[in-house]
Every structure is written in structure tokens, then in C-alpha cells.
């Protein structure tokens, strides 16, 4: 923060007068300008540390603090800032994570001196501030390993330091293109603004913007090594974040990665992954404790030191089936890279997930299924059959039934592919002939319960037992056409309603469902104020980032779909992106797809394979099967 006398404030205010803010997606650098002034913002993958450049038109003062709420000391330390904390564990008497933040300075000119708990800039145009921190979740020595890394960046020019960060960034970022529409000129708005035009009149920039935010986001806050975002990415601005910043593994984590694998980002995978293994032991122990099993199990709420018990409250922190919704990006991993050695690394987690449902599931009361007991349907009730008394806690909710049905079938096709735990694999088997089916009610639409229960809120924000037909791929309506209808009932009743992240959900269903009109007005209600705040960022409320990743995945699924066992192109296109093109989006096969379409209808697609494979290509009523030998790319046109 600058230091300035009333005077100066009040200059700084008319100066400001020609405020400009903005985001460069394409070099993931913010910059902000003003009469005489410019700022520009990065933080470098490349050299883990944050950097501010500012120039000025004429020389300034400026005076630099680090400061927080609370738990922080701040000093000037041979010519830089230095923060230093212990938080509080939770735990009396257990002292908590250690930090250590540090800011330095390079300027050419100038005079630089340290004062108490600040550092005084006097007489600078250019100058370059270089943030580093580090705690000790992950650092034995933060001290050291946060002074060796601003030490390592201020030894570098601001132009490499740059030109580095952009390296780092753009490979990920470029993989990608997508044009939506037909765009007559650029549009000048500010974002408030134009998210408020496109209530009134359809802008397909701004669509195809929010998919590459999406992108952006998830590039900025996901790298192999370290932790998987959670339900605020990497952006949260308080001392005690909402939900304590932790993972929810009833939709908000797996959301979080449903960009990774169709936007060829797998790398970026890698921490949910290693993750989802990392909390193995944890759920170990939560098996045998709570369950008396063995295999591993986690719930709803979740956390760096790997939390899988129940949590807070039965109502919602007891759905079982948090851990195996977690397998489905592994196995889905698999699909879409084609690695062995890599299916053969996540089986262990697999079959533990497998291993611990096939010794906890009960026969349900009619002795006709197995089920689980207790569970939840995520976080919505219902009335009992004398209607007065409201109930969460239940046997077999159709949400915990489809996972583990996907989990005993991924887990099945693992253990085929490496020739190993054929008697598991025949137990598997068995139980999942067990399970209950998905079941259609009186009134036409999926039932969440096993009964034909009446819902407390019938336009529930979770609407989980349609995860058969997103993420999951157990419906649709090419092999399922009446489950498909039932849940397209469903999504009627529900209504289109709800939290950020549950409109960006239903895009996803409704894209599923071949419904490009509805979809796309989900997605105009996801840019609506109430479901978007004016930086984009998804609004629950508060700020949710499972939202900005949900809708951009609900982008691709309408341009690109693949479930059916065929690459579908264009299967829930909107009368607004009449023309268009993609570029680099990802199937299972570890299949790139690129198309470009106008007035509706696929003109060309380009097919590349980098391991190989043979996929077939439906796009206006047509299909062609195509073998692509390793690294051959395709051209395919197609006819009006």
C-alpha cells in the first residue's frame, strides 16, 4: 500500500480520474492505468514468486507495508519486507502452520531505505516489486526457501521475469481456440456493462470470454507438485474463507476439474489425482472406524491434512460416496491418455474405493438390492410418506447408487487391462448386478430416493441423482432414450434456478440432453449479476470458483461430446453460435479435435491422434469412422 497525506490523496483521486484495469488472458497479466501511471501484475509459475511493476511518468514516493488482520509480525530486513506468522491449529495446546512472506525491491534509480515496518521509495519511475512466500505444510525451512526464491527473482530483469512467466503460461493457455458467433466489431465495455448488455441482447464474445476465463483460472491454480484448487481456487481475500477453504467432494472439487481432460490440460490433472491417492490412508482408518471395512472411504468435507470421516452435520456431511466420485478422474484420466503404466499407478485407489462398498453394502428392505446405509442425497431432504416430517438420512439414494456403479465398472475394465484380481473382479461383477436400477416415477421424472419420496425444496439447488447423465455417462438419450426423458422431467421441475455452480451444472445436463436452446439460456442465467459477479468470478453467493469451471465445461459439451462411443460434433448447438470454430479439444483415445462450422452445420474437422486410434465422427446426420495412425493428423469436410 502507498502512504500519502490527505493532499496527495486528493491528487491521486483526480489523476485517477482515467482508471483502466484489465486482464490479458492470452499472457495471464493484469495491468492498471492512469494519467502518468501503469501497473502491471503477474505470478510466475516460472519463479514462484508474484511481481508488481510500476512506471511513472514523473518521479514519486511511495512507502511499502505488508500487513493482515491478524497472527503477523512485519519487519524491514536488509532492504526487504519481511511477514512472518504461526496460524492457529485448531488444536489447544498444537501450535499451527508457520509463514513467511517477503517483498523486494528493484529499481535502477532512486533512493530505497527501510523505516521501522516499511520500506521508502523516494525519486522512482520504474521499479519492480518482487513477493515471495512460503509455510511450512509443505516447507521444512520457509525462512530459507522464501529468501531463496526472492533472491533468485530479483537477480533476474523484469523482461525475463516476464518473458518467463509468459513461457511457462502460453503452452497451456495456446492448446485451445475457440470463436463463437459472428462478431461485428469488438465490443469496448467494461465487464459490469457488458455482462449486464448480454441480459438484453446475445453476445457470443462474451461466451466464448467466459470459457477461456474458465481456462485461465484453472491454469493459474492448478500445477503438478502442489495442492488441487479448492472452492476458491487460489483467491481467497479473508482471514476465515467460507467453508474454511476446504473440499467438498459432493460436486465442488470434481467440478473444479471437469476443464482438464476436454482442454488438454492433463498435467494440470496431476493434483487431484495425487490427491485422491494421498487420502488413501486417512480413509483407511475412517473404514475401519466408522464401518468396521476394509478398502478406503471418504465423504463430503475434506481438507489439506486429509479429512474422509463424516462431517459437521448428517443432514449433508455423511454421503458416503465422496472418495469413489473421486476415482471417476482417475479412470477418466486413463480414457482420455491411454497410459498403462499410469492405470496401473491409480488401480491400488481404485480397488480400495471398490474393495470398501463391496463389504458395506446391505440388502435394502425389500431385500431386492444392495444399497448403502446410511447416506444422504447430496444435502436435500424429503417428507415422510405422512407428509409433516422432514428427513435427509436414508438408504440408496440413486446419486450413491450410479457412482458405484461407475466405480465397480471402471475399477472391472482396470483389472482386465492389467490381467490381475480376477476373483475381486468377479465379486464386483456380482454386486453390481445388484444394485438398484435407476427408477422412473409415477409423474415421469428420475426419483432421488428409493421411494418415491416428496422433496422439502422442490427446486433444490443439488439435483445429484442426475449424475448418471453429468459427469457420469450412464444415461443419455441415444442408449437410455426413457432415463433420458425422466431426467429431462426432472431438470423441469427442479427449474433453472439456484446457486453459480448449480446453473453451470445444468448446462452440462441440459447439453447432454441435445437441448442447445436450453443449455445456452442456463448460461446466459450463469452471466446474470445473480450468478456472476462483475470480474466474472462465479457467484454462489459468496464467490465460488466450481462455477467458472462448470460452465466452461458446459461450453464444450455443447460443441463436443464423445460418451455415446462416438465423437459427436456440435450436439447441443444454440441458434447463436450459428458460426464458429474450435481448435485442440480433447476426446477419450487421446483424440484432437478441431471443427469449424457456418450456419449451423460442420464445414471442417481435423482429427490427430498422437498415440493412434480408431473413432468415429458423427456431424449433419452423418458418420465416418477414421483410423489415425500415431502423430497422423486428418482433414475431414463434410457436406450441407
Known amino acids: 500500500q502507498t502512504d500519502t497525506s490527505q493532499r496527495e490523496q486528493e491528487e491521486a483521486a483526480r489523476r485517477y480520474k482515467n482508471y483502466r484495469r484489465e486482464l490479458n488472458l492470452r499472457n495471464?497479466?493484469?495491468?492498471?492505468?492512469?494519467?502518468?501511471?501503469?501497473?502491471?501484475?503477474?505470478?510466475?509459475?516460472?519463479?514462484?514468486?508474484?511481481?508488481?511493476?510500476?512506471?511513472?511518468?514523473?518521479k514519486k514516493r511511495m512507502v511499502l507495508r505488508l500487513d493482515r488482520p491478524e497472527s503477523f509480525v512485519t519487519t524491514a530486513e536488509n532492504g526487504q519486507l519481511v511477514m512472518r506468522g504461526t496460524l492457529n491449529s485448531g488444536v489447544e495446546g498444537q501450535?499451527?502452520?508457520?509463514?513467511?512472506?517477503?517483498?523486494?525491491?528493484?529499481?535502477?534509480?532512486?533512493?530505497?531505505?527501510?523505516?521501522?515496518?516499511?520500506?521508502?521509495?523516494?525519486?522512482?519511475?520504474?521499479?519492480?516489486?518482487?513477493?515471495?512466500?512460503?509455510?511450512?505444510?509443505?516447507?521444512?525451512?520457509?525462512?530459507?526457501?522464501?529468501?531463496?526464491?526472492?533472491?533468485?527473482?530479483?537477480?533476474?530483469?523484469?523482461?525475463?521475469?516476464?518473458?518467463?512467466?509468459?513461457?511457462?503460461?502460453?503452452?497451456?493457455?495456446?492448446?485451445?481456440?475457440?470463436?463463437?458467433?459472428?462478431?461485428?466489431?469488438?465490443?469496448a465495455l467494461p465487464t459490469d456493462q457488458r455482462l449486464q448488455q448480454a441480459q438484453k441482447a446475445n453476445d457470443s464474445a462474451l461466451d466464448a470470454l467466459y470459457f477461456h476465463y474458465g481456462r485461465y483460472l484453472f491454469i493459474s491454480s492448478s500445477r503438478p507438485g502442489q495442492l488441487p484448487p479448492n472452492l476458491q481456487g487460489l483467491w481467497a481475500h479473508t482471514i476465515q474463507?467460507?467453508?474454511?477453504?476446504?473440499?467438498?467432494?459432493?460436486?465442488?472439487?470434481?467440478?473444479?476439474?471437469?476443464?482438464?481432460?476436454?482442454?488438454?490440460?492433463?498435467?494440470?490433472?496431476?493434483?487431484?489425482?495425487?490427491?485422491?491417492?494421498?487420502?488413501?490412508?486417512?480413509?483407511?482408518?475412517?473404514?475401519?472406524?466408522?464401518?468396521?471395512?476394509?478398502?478406503?472411504?471418504a465423504h463430503v468435507i475434506c481438507n489439506p491434512w486429509h479429512f474422509t470421516a463424516p462431517g459437521e452435520?448428517?443432514?449433508?456431511?455423511?454421503?458416503?460416496?465422496?472418495?469413489?466420485?473421486?476415482?471417476?478422474?482417475?479412470?477418466?484420466?486413463?480414457?482420455?491418455?491411454?497410459?498403462?503404466?499410469y492405470c496401473k499407478e491409480v488401480y491400488p485407489t481404485m480397488k480400495g474405493a471398490a474393495e470398501f462398498f463391496l463389504n458395506t453394502l446391505v440388502p435394502d428392505p425389500s431385500g431386492r438390492w444392495l444399497v448403502t446405509a446410511p447416506s444422504i442425497s447430496p444435502e436435500n431432504s424429503f417428507y415422510m410418506p405422512q407428509g409433516k416430517t422432514a428427513v435427509q438420512v436414508c438408504m440408496g439414494p440413486a446419486m450413491d447408487t450410479q457412482i458405484i456403479k461407475e466405480l465397480f465398472s471402471n475399477t472391472i475394465q482396470a483389472s482386465e487391462l492389467l490381467q490381475t484380481d480376477e476373483e475381486f473382479r468377479n465379486q464386483w461383477q456380482q454386486a453390481l448386478d445388484k444394485l438398484a436400477p435407476d427408477q422412473i416415477s409415477p409423474q415421469g421424472y428420475l426419483q432421488e430416493w428409493l421411494e418415491d419420496y416428496q422433496e422439502t425444496d422442490l427446486h433444490h439447488r443439488h439435483v445429484s441423482h442426475l449424475y448418471g447423465l453429468f459427469p457420469g455417462n450412464s444415461i443419455s438419450p441415444v442408449h437410455t432414450p426413457e432415463l433420458a426423458q425422466a431426467c429431462e422431467k426432472t431438470l423441469e421441475r427442479r427449474g433453472d434456478g439456484g446457486t453459480g455452480w448449480s446453473r453451470a451444472w445444468k448446462i452440462n445436463f441440459w447439453a447432454r440432453l441435445k437441448n442447445g436452446e436450453r443449455a445456452y439460456r442456463l448460461l446466459k442465467l450463469l452471466l446474470s449479476p445473480q450468478s456472476t459477479y462483475p470480474n466474472l468470478?462465479?457467484?454462489?453467493?459468496?464467490?465460488?470458483?466450481?462455477?467458472?469451471?462448470?460452465?466452461?465445461?458446459?461450453?464444450?459439451?455443447?460443441?463436443?461430446?464423445?460418451?455415446?462411443?462416438?465423437?459427436?460434433?456440435?450436439?447441443?448447438?444454440?441458434?447463436?453460435?450459428?458460426?464458429?470454430?474450435?481448435?485442440?479439444?480433447?476426446?477419450?483415445?487421446?483424440?484432437?479435435?478441431?471443427?469449424?462450422?457456418?450456419k449451423g452445420k460442420v464445414r471442417k474437422v481435423i482429427l490427430e491422434a498422437p498415440t493412434g486410434g480408431t473413432c468415429t465422427v458423427s456431424a449433419n446426420g452423418q458418420q465416418i469412422t477414421v483410423t489415425l495412425l500415431p502423430g497422423e493428423k486428418k482433414q475431414l469436410r463434410f457436406t450441407r
Open 313 to 341: 452435520h448428517p443432514s449433508w456431511g455423511a454421503t458416503q460416496t465422496g472418495g469413489a466420485w473421486l476415482c471417476q478422474h482417475l479412470w477418466n484420466h486413463y480414457l482420455y491418455n491411454k497410459d498403462t503404466t
Open 537 to 598: 468470478f462465479c457467484s454462489h453467493p459468496p464467490f465460488q470458483i466450481d462455477g467458472n469451471f462448470g460452465g466452461a465445461r458446459g461450453i464444450v459439451e455443447m460443441l463436443l461430446q464423445e460418451h455415446d462411443g462416438f465423437i459427436d460434433l456440435l450436439p447441443a448447438l444454440p441458434k447463436a453460435w450459428q458460426a464458429g470454430f474450435f481448435k485442440g479439444l480433447k476426446v477419450p483415445g487421446n483424440i484432437h479435435v478441431s471443427c469449424r462450422w457456418k
Open 28 to 58: 495471464a497479466t493484469a495491468t492498471t492505468t492512469s494519467k502518468g501511471e501503469k501497473r502491471a501484475y503477474f505470478t510466475s509459475f516460472a519463479h514462484d514468486v508474484g511481481v508488481v511493476r510500476i512506471k511513472s511518468a514523473k
Open 241 to 297: 474463507t467460507p467453508w474454511n477453504g476446504d473440499y467438498h467432494l459432493n460436486i465442488n472439487l470434481p467440478m473444479n476439474h471437469w476443464l482438464a481432460e476436454p482442454c488438454n490440460l492433463p498435467e494440470l490433472h496431476r493434483p487431484l489425482i495425487d490427491f485422491t491417492k494421498s487420502l488413501v490412508p486417512s480413509g483407511e482408518h475412517t473404514a475401519r472406524s466408522f464401518y468396521g471395512a476394509p478398502g478406503w472411504v
Open 95 to 187: 501450535e499451527g502452520m508457520h509463514y513467511v512472506v517477503r517483498i523486494g525491491v528493484n529499481t535502477s534509480r532512486g533512493h530505497v531505505t527501510c523505516s521501522g515496518d516499511s520500506i521508502v521509495l523516494e525519486g522512482v519511475r520504474k521499479t519492480t516489486l518482487i513477493f515471495s512466500a512460503a509455510t511450512s505444510y509443505s516447507c521444512e525451512d520457509p525462512e530459507q526457501h522464501s529468501n531463496d526464491l526472492l533472491q533468485a527473482a530479483l537477480s533476474v530483469k523484469y523482461r525475463k521475469l516476464r518473458r518467463d512467466h509468459i513461457r511457462h503460461y502460453q503452452p497451456f493457455f495456446n492448446r485451445v481456440a475457440l470463436h463463437l458467433g459472428v462478431q461485428k466489431r469488438p465490443v
